[in-house]
């Protein structure tokens, strides 16, 4: 790469330049429009930038005061971390010992590749057993019956997650362990465990983000502000009879927040190789 | 007592048989190696011996105990793995301390024993590292440590020293042997390197798919290969094979005119008109005088110098022989010249069944 010429040097960075424009672009548009009165949103022609800048909605939002627009949101972002943070927490619990299992009985894989076949179902073809099957368990509307919807999306994907990343911990570690006199709770508490967190950081995020960005289960299974999340209650913002685009785009940049916060806290955790030079190399 | 007993162990992976059907018997302080190509069953063999595999049939006994069943931590064992596989995200105090602390030994008496082993090893300023943190050289060296601080019954080594470069090899192997001869304690050696083996073991079992070719010193491996087999694997360059037919009780090679007058006991042995293989190490070839009878006469197509000795590849009719010499032999390429060796230096195979007459 020391020889390669001015030209192919800046069509590199015109390109991703671009790339980082044509993903970065809505973002940004959320964000102006979060912060653009509505007599600047609706002119024409449009004005890129708002001549003053307006928070009145982020307030809005956030007051707790019973029966407005930012009650409602309030409720929906707590509901939607108690349900990803649940989900995400349950998720982590089945996988891991299932993760490690088909990681270390190669015979038992074909079984996860069952559950993974399941990923091929539309979510619409399920929608009506779990329907029923909430109904008759009570836990229609609740955040538990919802976490316990996502739970089932969640488990295949994190344990699959967290599968590859126990292959690549040697077993031989493991061995080396046993034959140190360590029961299997200690090798997996004490090696297996700390050489996995990185692994496990990254399903955790990623099992959240799925959670809080799901929108049509929660649709379907929750009806008010004991259960709804913050996906519907955007959703709830875009359908009166008159939309204030500001107002959802503020939601969107709200609802944004926290799983940025958790990756940024999380971002250590994720810089893996801890597992270098255990074995050779 | 002895050790360590294996007895009529066999392994069996699906349809395929790793192990044929093994028996062995240490005596305490043996230093045992293990010595075959990738695939012979060495490997296996070690597993069944530390629990992390179980026969398929046969007996594993340590120290006169049976342990087939028995759990890895309970045999009495400790193992040196030839990935190291130490623990990551320990540091090094806590590796080599990791058995007793699993076995609940008190922190200052364990703190004492990882100091102990650390000053065997010379690894005392690494203490508080973590394996990343450290050479090639000085994992294996904390590997061994981990094994050392349990003062096993038996030492299991799986080939501890292929990772490591030329040099680093040669000296971990004088340290292992230093520490066998300090310690005294039992070991169990996989290698596929045969100067390993016969630098370090007092036996070494020759195997070969599944089974023991010849379990012997390395003395007599060297000097008696019991096979084709062993002759061939054990010697470096490797043993001159030559084809020869016993004649009015003399073994003539193909391809010359010399013959060979056989050892006594392969003369009482051998049929006339048998087919033989004819091993002849290329140390024991010299360049030959005039007068002498017992030579063989070849054509020089490749000379190599290595420093110590020059390598000289020549061919007897169409067969291959290669020769260590003195350095200042003066030998040209293409030039016939007479190879002279020993009737004793000698070693006569059957060539149906491979076995040593």
Redo the contacts between chains.
Sequence with gaps: MERRSLFVTILIHICALLLAAVILAPVAWLFIMSISSTTDLISKPLNWWPETVDLSRYTRLLTAVTNTEGAAFVAALFNSLRVAGMATVAALLVAIPAAWAVSRTPKVGWSLYAVIATYMLPPVALAVPLYMALAALGLLNTVYGLALVYLTILAPFTTWLLKSGFDAIPREIESAAMIDGARLDQILRLITLPLAAPVMATAALFAFLLAWDEFFYALLFTSDLRAKTLTVAIADLAGGRVSDYGLIATAGVLAALPPVLIGLFMQRALISGLTQGGVKG | MSALDIIGVRKRYGTVDTLKGIDLSLESGEFLVLLGPSGCGKSTLLNII???AEPTAGDVHIDGRSVVGV???DRD???V??????????TVARNIG??LE??KVPAAERAEAVKKAAKILQIENLLER?????S?GQ?QRVAIG?ALV?NPQVFLFDEPLS?LDAKLRMEMRTELKRLHQMLGTTVVYVTHDQIEAMTLATRIAVMRNGQIEQLATPAEIYERPATLYVAGFVGSPSMNMLDARIEGGMARVEGSEVAIPLPVEAAAKGKPDQNLVLGIRPENLRLASDGEVLALEAAVDVVELTGPELVVNAMVGAQRITATLPPKSGIEVGSPRRFGFDAGAVHVFDKETGKRL
């Design positions: 530390a629990g992390l759990h890895p931590k064992i400790a193992m793995f030839q990935s190291y596989a130490l623990y990551p995200n320990l990791f058995a699993m076995r973590r394996p990343s943190e450290l090639g994992r981990r349990r990772n």
